[in-house]
């Protein structure tokens, strides 16, 4: 886990306000909704760090409940030394997260900066209701 986070966007900033209770939690995820994330992926060509290919395999991880777990960050920078554990994931795409909540199968889960103070998780069924909205 890193100790110190200093945001350095938008989004990094609203999850703290939230994290804080100083934004709404439902006024974050309308706010959410609308931003883009970056998810890491497998890909068999990785050109400087982004996806080259329409076979990019997203990083997911099992949770210790054995929940799979789509991982995402707030910025390509903060998934640097996350990925490093996960050869392969060298690239990634940014997209907005409602198409990645969209295209999230059921059942499945979501990181937003695992190993970082700031971040959340949403539970299968918050991603459902969300996809139900």
């Not at 991982?71 to 990645?100: C, H």
Request: proline share 5%; aromatic share 10%; no cysteine.
């Amino acid at each position: 886990m890193h100790d110190s986070f200093e945001a350095r966007n938008e989004l990094e900033q609203n999850l703290m306000a939230a994290q804080e209770g100083q934004m709404a939690g439902d006024a974050f995820m309308k706010y959410l909704m609308d931003t883009q994330v970056f998810m890491p992926v497998k890909d068999s060509i990785a050109i400087e760090g982004f996806t080259g290919s329409d076979k990019a395999v997203p990083l997911t991880l099992k949770s210790e409940d054995g929940i799979e777990v789509l991982i995402l960050f707030s910025s390509p920078e903060r998934a640097k030394s996350f990925v490093q554990d996960y050869p392969g994931y060298d690239g990634g795409l940014l997209a907005e997260f409602s198409w990645v909540v969209e295209r999230t199968g059921s059942g499945v889960g979501i990181s937003i900066n695992p190993d970082w103070s700031v971040g959340m998780d949403l539970e299968p069924e918050m991603l459902q209701q969300l996809r139900d909205n």
